[in-house]
């Protein structure tokens, strides 16, 4: 902080530094879009993975655009390089000749290219973990579902309205499904909910994947949202869920589940424990350990988890682990048996609407 600060002194006033902002922001909205920033910071004749580096010291909370200071942080850390200087943070407050740009602007092919593959604000390191979970989820064709997206959004426990947007923002093509790239926009706009961050309006043309924007973004010069400006409404769901998958049916049906609001917490907190891959289910085998721990018989565990596995796939997900944890506490603490089949206040809410098996002895 202090280090911005300080850059704040030493250019304030610079009029090179505010020639060069008034050229990106001449309305002077406080604001630089990628693809403005990418058009201006080629000039500099820097290689592409110096200016990647730059943009990402400049925007270091991965907004999708750059205010005043993080434009006079790109601009100082280009002059940093062009002096052959580090570009790092530590760099910025060197003594070093303004940055030069050539005003004979490259083509613009090549600076539309930048912005197009260079600035995604999803890092590698986070888009190899995204890829992970999204395998681990089983695509068909490349894609996923509503339906199986939709445990490992809810995992996170942020406000469904919430889940909603990213949803909206993330689905990208409108198809009801989201591709690998897709998918890691929404899991990057879900860590950043977690941060206390807001869900943007729109999605921030950083944030757009380099495969999409050959499509929307690249075939014009300046800043081109992904999406509409006015986003289609929420309306029940994640648009491709069944209907046993939809957000709301959820929330109208929870006052009646069997598990207590008292319960559903401490399981939870259990849960996103025990789910170490974070893709929104727990194997027998993690869970094991807590369900011996109990004390009960190897009988009575493999029938209530027969009864939590109302898909019978092996795993649980983040409901189907609370039944569970609530059956097991219901026989430790007051006696009382797991029934031969779930009633109707115990399936799942969001399961509810759908057939499930009728026994699971």
């Known amino acids: 902080m202090a280090t911005l600060a300080s850059l ?13 902002y008034r050229r990106v922001d001449p309305e002077n909205t406080g604001k630089v879009g990628p693809t403005e920033a990418a058009l201006f910071l080629k000039k500099s004749g820097l290689p592409d993975s110096t200016l990647g580096k730059i943009w990402d010291l400049a925007d270091p909370e991965g907004k999708g655009y750059l205010d005043k200071q993080g434009f006079y942080v790109a601009l100082r850390l280009v002059a940093c390089a062009q002096s052959g200087q580090e570009v790092s943070v530590s760099s910025i407050n060197q003594t070093v000749p303004p940055p030069q740009f050539d005003t004979s602007s490259p083509s613009l092919s090549s ?59 993330s689905d990208i093509d409108k198809d009801g499904h989201l591709d690998k790239d897709e998918f890691a926009v929404a899991m990057h706009l879900v860590y950043r909910a977690l941060e206390k961050e807001p869900i943007p309006a729109l999605l921030p043309s950083a944030l757009i994947p380099p495969s999409k924007r050959k499509k929307s973004l690249c075939s014009v010069p300046g800043p081109v949202p992904g999406l509409p400006a006015s986003p289609p409404p929420l309306k029940d769901s ?22 207590p609001l008292s319960e559903r917490g401490r399981y939870d907190d259990i849960f996103l424990k025990t789910d170490a891959d974070l893709d929104g289910f727990v194997s027998g085998q993690e869970v094991k350990d807590i369900f011996i721990q109990s004390g009960l ?59 499930i098996p009728v026994s699971k002895s």
């Open 8 to 20: 704040t002194q030493v250019v304030s006033g610079n009029p090179v530094y505010e020639n060069f």
């Open 111 to 169: 600076t539309t290219s930048l912005s197009c593959e260079l600035l995604w604000a999803v890092k590698p390191e986070e888009k190899n973990k995204f890829d992970g979970i999204f395998e681990s989820l089983a695509p068909v064709n490349g894609l996923l579902s509503g339906e199986k997206v939709r445990p490992v959004l809810i995992n996170s426990k942020l406000p469904l309205d919430v889940l909603g947007k990213v949803w909206d923002l």
């Open 238 to 259: 994640l648009h491709s869920t069944p209907s046993h998958g939809l957000l709301p049916n959820k929330l109208k049906h929870s006052l009646n589940w069997v598990v």
């Open 297 to 355: 018989s190897q009988n009575i565990l493999a029938h209530i988890w027969s009864l939590a596995d109302t898909r019978q796939i092996g795993k649980l997900n983040r409901e189907q682990f609370a039944l569970a944890m609530h059956l097991i506490h219901q026989k430790v603490g007051k006696g009382i048996d797991p029934p031969q089949v779930l009633t109707v206040d115990m399936i799942p809410p969001s399961e509810r609407g759908t057939p």
